[in-house]
């Protein structure tokens, strides 16, 4: 349609449709966030202390409705931290999921020293 003026008009009914859609995206966006659970960087580097039993590292925890999780990294050992026991007391693991970490990585013991 065109106005008086000559100038083209937009319809109501495409109009309409495009403040539906803008409103539906906003209103996504706002409530997104409140349902994303995400990975916590790390704050205060106490789980580099392998050998004091920290009980929260206020890193990496599994945070809302989900109390664990599944989860894998890489870790590319240094001097400090080169056998699976190390790798396993930084990761604050039991014994079973230490045994599956030697296990993974076709290691003949915990105290192996990794290359």
């Known amino acids: 349609e065109i106005d008086r003026e000559g100038h083209k008009m937009m319809s109501i009914r495409a109009s309409s449709s ?6 539906c995206t906003v209103l996504s966006l706002l409530l997104l966030p409140s ?3 995400a990975q ?11 050998n004091v039993n920290h009980s929260n590292t206020l890193g990496f925890l599994c945070n ?7 989860s894998y990294f890489i870790f590319r050992a240094k001097s400090e931290v080169n056998s699976l ?3 396993s007391s930084l ?6 999921k230490s ?10 013991d915990m105290y ?4």
């Open 85 to 87: 026991s190390e790798i």
């Open 99 to 108: 045994s599956e970490i030697v296990r993974i990585n076709n290691g003949s």
């Open 64 to 70: 809302g409705q989900q109390t664990a999780c599944d």
């Open 35 to 37: 349902s994303l659970h």
């Open 18 to 23: 495009f403040l539906c859609f803008l409103s």
């Open 112 to 115: 192996q020293t990794l290359p």
């Open 40 to 50: 916590q960087a790390y704050v205060n580097k106490t789980q580099f202390e392998c």
């Open 91 to 96: 990761l604050n693991a039991d014994s079973a």
